[in-house]
């Protein structure tokens, strides 16, 4: 079972993996998009009836799966950590992040990302704004309307995925990494989030069914 596909992007090596994120085995950088932790208790505020732990313990169960498996010294969280205002959920992380006393951990702040700067400082997260550029590479949350020539963007907030055809004329949708030009998409973490399809074109896409990634 193929459970991460590496692609080579100039000097880089990129791991896709089947957990929806994506590993760089040079620097032990784990990158991540769109948990949206705290969204089942902001559904409930809303009177959407949801259990307290929905997506909240699988999510938190996945992430500490891919930390077993890939030895991480940065985690880098694509924007959309936290869903909306502080809530009983923030504490769950604080708690999380208080386990990985040597793993730095880095926000590229996301529309959602709503809470004081206090809040992340307590679950000892660096902040960055807008963007962090480190090498060719430049993060931001959203996809960047343009990067300078030979950048790529490394970016979440769309939750892409793909459209596979199958058999009587039925489709199946999986979330996907999508790579094109300039810009890499990331799939959204969280299992509370939905997906929007993107079309192909000229992109390259990788779907994961959760267990495996494999180009289409």
């Known amino acids: 079972m193929r459970d991460r596909l590496e692609l080579r992007i100039k000097n880089k090596t990129i791991y896709l993996l089947a957990?929806?994120?994506?590993?760089?085995?040079?620097?032990?950088?784990?990158?991540?998009?769109?948990?949206?932790?705290?969204?089942?208790?902001?559904?409930?505020?809303?009177?959407?009836?949801?259990?307290?732990?929905?997506?909240?313990?699988?999510?938190?169960?996945?992430?500490?799966?891919?930390?077993?498996?890939?030895?991480?010294k940065r985690i880098i969280f694509l924007g959309d950590l936290f869903h909306s205002s502080e809530n009983a959920a923030w504490l769950h992380f604080v708690d999380f992040s208080s386990q990985y006393p040597h793993t730095e951990l880095i926000l590229i702040k996301g529309n959602h990302d709503i809470l004081p700067l206090a809040y992340y400082q307590q679950g000892n997260l660096k902040v960055h704004l807008e963007t962090l550029q480190e090498d060719f590479i430049l993060y931001s949350h959203a996809p960047l309307p343009e990067v300078p020539a030979g950048i790529l963007n490394i970016a979440g907030h769309v939750h892409p995925a793909a459209n596979l055809k199958a058999r009587g004329k039925q489709t199946l949708r999986l979330p996907c990494f999508h790579l094109e030009q300039s810009l890499l998409l990331l799939p959204a973490f969280g299992s509370l989030t939905g997906t929007f399809a993107l079309p192909k074109g000229n992109a390259q896409q990788f779907v994961t069914t959760g267990r495996t990634v494999l180009a289409i």
């Open 19 to 72: 957990e929806k994120c994506i590993f760089f085995p040079e620097n032990q950088t784990l990158v991540i998009a769109d948990i949206h932790l705290g969204k089942a208790a902001h559904f409930r505020k809303a009177g959407i009836i949801i259990p307290q732990q929905a997506g909240t313990d699988r999510d938190y169960k996945l992430l500490q799966d891919v930390l077993k498996k890939y030895e991480t």
